[in-house]
């Protein structure tokens, strides 16, 4: 995150709005233990039916589970589907 989208963040705080509102901050929603949704992301790092890897600019997003599969992406938006054991941050 550069200094704008820190500024940006700090904004969005001090207004009590979440952070994905003003700063490029990837919003990632969980359903279930069958699908992960994140945007924007950055591309995808690493690719298999049991982990894949989505950047997030200066972080990684790991995603672990069991038949994963990438099944839609945009230039924005990716969306990961399969039984998913576990998400990771990782700097």
């Known amino acids: 995150m550069d200094h704008r989208d820190g500024l940006l963040v700090w904004a969005a705080k001090l207004f009590d709005l979440p ?3 003003f700063g490029n901050v990837p919003r990632m929603v969980i359903l279930g ?7 924007p992301h950055k ?5 298999g039916p049991e982990e894949i890897h989505i950047s997030a600019g200066k972080l990684v997003v790991r995603i672990s589970g ?9 230039p924005t938006d990716v969306l990961i589907t399969g039984t998913l054991r576990g998400v990771e941050f990782v700097r």
Do not use: H, Q
Request: hydrophobic share 40%; with cysteine; glycine share 8%.
């Open 66 to 74: 069991e038949n994963l599969e990438l099944s839609a992406m945009t």
């Open 33 to 39: 233990d069958g699908e992960f949704r994140m945007c």
């Open 43 to 47: 591309g995808i790092l690493a690719y």
């Open 19 to 21: 952070p994905d509102v």
